[in-house]
């Protein structure tokens, strides 16, 4: 009864009216009405760090079922990169030497999900330009000799054809060829014959025999993940530098992972490539064709459209006079451009200071260059293959850095045909003025940056022009 008096005089006392009615709920309800709230923030949220080349990090917030591309796509639209569909998420263990680009579909979550506490593994932010190199030019990762095709095949099977059946259901091709195979528990390598089919992978008992009784089941890629051995030497005392391998979702150490060592690294990225195809399909096919999947609330609007010109649709332009017009003749055009490129080279001879007045190249050509994205100071050799490697090794893809051997000189790095290649840049000096050249004092540039824009654009010396270089980004 005292209680009921309580609650009697409580309720007597008159109500004070709420400037703010919009602001209130129902003391029966929650707190936050999730009816009221976007449908995006019902979804569990984590954050995940992403580590830059430079070693710089960056936290995100994201939801439970962000998958890759996605926070590529984050990342892209918040440091303000251009997207050129090659940022790529990738994953690093530490503690074993592997790594793997994440597949663009794949749940972030379910990734970290596989880690064990104690180790130190990483989320890495960078490009890669041979993601879906697969499917613009299937010629450079299917040599002949490593494929062999159904015997209903009778008709030459073009490479185009070959992608068309690794994405089929019905048939698909055979890879055949020899690899190291690390024996199960012991410290030492065995040289295999291997085949890839759509039942898994396996390795002959009996030299290069195909015959049922023969072939011994090595793996299959449901329930686990393949990685490259990025230092394979050290660690596992591999044969070879193009070592990879498979790592089961539930992994319990280095003891379960099934570890491969090719000769070359066109070999490995035939393995590699293939083994992608037979476990993703149709899916990566989707991945290369739509280059942005929302799924996680990123908006594509903002990204600058990339647009590809056709080197046959470009035509030579005279502009000296009053109107504009075509350059028919092919020798005049030569002509054009050889000045041109007189011109250009004049006019680079000089470059503002910080004051904005023009200073001699020669006080400056030695520095001007370490501004550029592409030029990284006092790496080794074996840096800048790993570098390279990491951004893949698609033709075209470079850096410049000092030479170690000689203080005076710069090497360029270059990707071409499945191998790295360098070139030493020598400093040249005539009636007192530096150049820098590549083949010999033949071409001469003022600074690098010029010999850089050069080679973009014509082939010259090199095996192929520089397309896409490496850069350490920052986070």
Same mark, same amino acid.
């Given at each position: 009864?005292?209680?009921?008096?309580?609650?009697?005089?409580?309720?007597?006392?008159?109500?004070?009216?709420?400037?703010?009615?919009?602001?209130?709920?129902?003391?029966?309800?929650?707190?936050?009405?999730?009816?009221?709230?976007?449908?995006?923030?019902? +979804?569990?949220?984590?954050?995940?760090?992403?580590?830059?080349?430079?070693?710089?990090?960056?936290?995100?917030?994201?939801?439970?079922?962000?998958?890759?591309?996605?926070?590529?796509?984050?990342?892209?639209?918040?440091?303000? $990169?251009?997207?050129?569909?090659?940022?790529? @998420?990738?994953?690093?263990?530490?503690?074993?030497?592997?790594? +793997?680009?994440?597949?663009?579909?794949?749940?972030?979550?379910?990734? !970290?999900?596989?880690?064990?506490?104690?180790?130190?593994?990483?989320?890495?932010?960078?490009?890669?330009?041979?993601?879906?190199?697969?499917?613009?030019?299937?010629?450079?990762?299917?040599?002949?000799?490593?494929?062999?095709?159904?015997?209903?095949?009778?008709?030459?099977?073009?490479?185009?054809?070959?992608?068309?059946?690794?994405?089929?259901?019905?048939?698909?091709?055979?890879?055949?060829?020899?690899?190291?195979?690390?024996?199960?528990?012991?410290?030492?390598?065995?040289?295999?014959?291997?085949?890839?089919?759509?039942?898994?992978?396996? &390795?002959?008992?009996?030299?290069?025999?195909?015959?049922?009784?023969?072939? !011994?089941?090595?793996?299959?890629?449901?329930?686990?993940?393949?990685?490259?051995? @990025?230092?394979?030497?050290?660690?596992?005392?591999?044969?070879?530098?193009?070592?990879?391998? &498979?790592?089961?979702?539930?992994?319990?150490?280095?003891?379960?992972?099934?570890?491969?060592?090719?000769?070359?690294?066109?070999?490995?990225?035939?393995?590699?490539?293939?083994? +992608?195809?037979?476990? $993703?399909?149709?899916?990566?096919?989707?991945? $290369?064709?739509?280059?942005?999947?929302?799924?996680?609330?990123?908006?594509?609007?903002?990204?600058?459209?990339?647009?590809?010109?056709?080197?046959?649709?470009?035509?030579?332009?005279?502009?000296?006079?009053?109107?504009?017009?075509?350059?028919?003749?092919?020798?005049?055009?030569?002509?054009?451009?050889?000045?041109?490129?007189?011109?250009?080279?004049?006019?680079?001879?000089?470059?503002?200071?910080?004051?904005?007045?023009?200073?001699?190249?020669?006080?400056?050509?030695?520095?001007?260059?370490?501004?550029?994205?592409?030029?990284?100071?006092?790496?080794?050799?074996?840096?800048?293959?790993?570098?390279?490697?990491?951004?893949?090794?698609?033709?075209?893809?470079?850096?410049?850095?000092?030479? !170690?051997?000689?203080?005076?000189?710069?090497?360029?790095?270059?990707?071409?045909?499945?191998?790295?290649?360098? &070139? !030493?840049?020598?400093?040249?000096?005539?009636?007192?003025?530096?150049?820098?050249?590549?083949?010999?004092?033949?071409?001469?540039?003022?600074?690098?940056?010029?010999?850089?824009?050069?080679?973009?654009?014509?082939?010259?010396?090199?095996?192929?022009?520089?397309?896409? $270089?490496?850069? +350490?980004?920052?986070?």
């Amino acid at each position: 009864n005292r209680r009921k008096k309580k609650d009697d005089s409580i309720l007597e006392i008159p109500s004070i009216p709420n400037p703010f009615p919009e602001l209130c709920c129902s003391p029966f309800a929650s707190v936050l009405s999730a009816s009221l709230l976007p449908k995006a923030t019902s +979804r569990k949220k984590q954050v995940i760090k992403v580590y830059s080349e430079d070693d710089t990090s960056r936290a995100l917030e994201v939801p439970s079922d962000i998958t890759a591309r996605d926070v590529c796509q984050l990342l892209i639209l918040k440091n303000h $990169y251009i997207d050129d569909h090659s940022w790529t @998420l990738f994953e690093q263990l530490s503690h074993t030497g592997l790594g +793997r680009a994440i597949e663009d579909h794949e749940l972030v979550m379910e990734v !970290q999900s596989n880690w064990a506490m104690e180790e130190e593994n990483k989320l890495y932010f960078r490009k890669n330009y041979a993601k879906y190199e697969f499917f613009k030019n299937p010629l450079s990762f299917f040599p002949d000799h490593m494929i062999s095709f159904p015997s209903e095949t009778n008709a030459a099977v073009s490479h185009s054809g070959v992608l068309q059946m690794f994405l089929s259901s019905s048939t698909y091709p055979e890879i055949h060829g020899y690899l190291h195979a690390k024996e199960q528990g012991k410290k030492s390598w065995k040289k295999l014959y291997f085949l890839l089919r759509r039942s898994g992978l396996y &390795f002959s008992t009996k030299g290069t025999s195909k015959e049922p009784r023969h072939l !011994q089941f090595f793996c299959e890629f449901s329930n686990s993940d393949m990685y490259m051995s @990025l230092t394979g030497k050290k660690i596992f005392g591999a044969p070879t530098s193009y070592g990879f391998c &498979f790592k089961p979702n539930k992994s319990g150490g280095t003891r379960d992972l099934k570890q491969l060592c090719a000769d070359d690294e066109q070999s490995r990225t035939c393995w590699m490539t293939a083994i +992608r195809l037979l476990k $993703y399909g149709m899916q990566l096919y989707q991945n $290369y064709m739509q280059p942005y999947q929302g799924r996680s609330g990123c908006s594509p609007l903002n990204v600058t459209p990339m647009r590809s010109i056709s080197e046959n649709s470009l035509v030579a332009m005279d502009f000296s006079g009053h109107r504009s017009r075509i350059i028919e003749n092919p020798t005049e055009a030569l002509s054009v451009a050889v000045e041109e490129g007189l011109a250009w080279r004049r006019r680079g001879c000089l470059r503002l200071n910080s004051h904005g007045s023009p200073i001699a190249m020669s006080n400056m050509g030695t520095s001007i260059h370490r501004s550029q994205s592409w030029f990284h100071h006092k790496i080794s050799r074996e840096e800048a293959q790993r570098l390279i490697l990491q951004h893949g090794l698609v033709d075209g893809v470079f850096l410049v850095r000092d030479s !170690q051997s000689n203080p005076k000189t710069f090497v360029l790095s270059l990707s071409h045909g499945l191998k790295i290649k360098h &070139f !030493q840049i020598v400093p040249l000096e005539d009636d007192g003025k530096l150049f820098y050249t590549l083949d010999d004092g033949h071409t001469r540039f003022t600074d690098l940056i010029q010999l850089v824009e050069f080679y973009q654009l014509n082939k010259g010396v090199l095996p192929c022009k520089l397309k896409h $270089y490496c850069a +350490r980004i920052a986070l």
